[in-house]
């Protein structure tokens, strides 16, 4: 075989146009490839809605990546061992109820769940903006290379519109704070001290639509709720993400 290396490079342009051109429109979008927002990614594609997964880094993974203090291992209790199980990520049990992961096999096993399931991935593409139209509804996301951000240059974005969007950017809470800081009815109350069992308690409560069209997952739910930060356990974002993904496809009539 005689390798052309015009046939790879229109491989890959035409390709990825399509994926773009396809996802201008879609059902769910998910900002943020940390462990909530992967999760979530992949139970919204096993669900068949039309979603994809926007990560402004080079590599998804988030926080997760990195486990503690960057010793790539995670904790997952009790309550989340199902996930482990349901996605296929290898454990060992610690302590009664404390299950200790590789935090590069969870990624890779969350990132390959949500490819399985039809999940788009757009990296190194940042949401820097959302479209909130007269409906009062973030509908749509307005969307860039993130090179172009780090570079500080003056270049126009695109838009991508979405019926739900997922807020998984962590513990900024960037895509809550844009709607705050445009004059949507929300407040970010901002993320309080570290208190594992209390954050991993309730962030449930605190995952759902905080604005119209607009949800939040793992460390963004918190940090809207103004709850506590939690550190390298995981349970909670991985029950978080499973939460926003039942939300949004309740929404979406799935
Ligand atoms: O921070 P991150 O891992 O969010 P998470 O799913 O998980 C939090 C845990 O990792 C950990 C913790 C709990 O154990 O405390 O910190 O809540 O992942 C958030 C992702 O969102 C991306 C960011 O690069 C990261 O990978 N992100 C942030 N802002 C944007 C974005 C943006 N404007 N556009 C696209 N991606």
Redesign the pocket.
């Known amino acids: 075989m005689t390798l052309n290396e015009v046939t790879i490079s229109r491989a890959i342009l035409e390709e990825q146009h399509r994926a773009i051109i396809d996802h201008l429109e879609m059902d769910a979008a998910v900002?943020?490839?940390?462990?909530?927002?992967?999760a979530c990614a992949a139970l919204l594609g096993e669900k068949g809605v039309k979603c994809a997964l926007?990560?402004?880094?080079l590599s998804?993974?988030?926080?997760?990546w990195g486990g503690g203090m960057m010793f790539p291992r995670i904790v997952v209790q009790e309550e989340a061992r199902r996930l482990l199980d349901r996605f296929g990520i290898a454990y060992k049990e610690f302590e009664e109820g404390y299950y200790v992961a590789k935090s590069i096999e969870a990624v890779a096993k969350l990132t390959s769940a949500a490819c399985d399931a039809g999940v788009e991935f757009f990296n190194l593409?940042?949401?820097?903006d959302v479209m909130i139209r007269g409906d009062g509804r973030v509908g749509g996301l307005v969307v860039n290379w993130t090179p172009v951000d780090m570079a500080g240059l003056h270049v126009d974005p695109l838009t991508m519109a979405c019926t739900c969007t997922v807020d998984?950017?962590?513990?900024?809470a960037?895509?809550a704070r844009m709607v705050e800081r445009k004059g949507g009815n929300l407040r970010v109350k901002g993320e309080s001290f570290m208190w594992a069992e209390r954050a991993e308690t309730r962030i449930l409560d605190h995952t759902k639509e905080v604005f119209p069209g607009l949800f939040v997952?793992?460390?963004?739910a918190n940090a809207v709720a103004g709850e506590c930060?939690?550190?390298?356990?995981?349970g909670?974002?991985l029950l978080s993400?499973e939460r926003a993904a039942e939300l949004v496809a309740e929404r979406l009539g799935r």
């Open positions: 900002i943020g490839g940390g462990p909530s927002g992967l926007i990560e402004k880094k998804i993974g988030g926080g997760m593409t940042s949401v820097e998984a950017t962590g513990h900024d960037m895509i997952t793992g460390m963004a930060r939690m550190g390298p356990i995981f909670g974002m993400g």
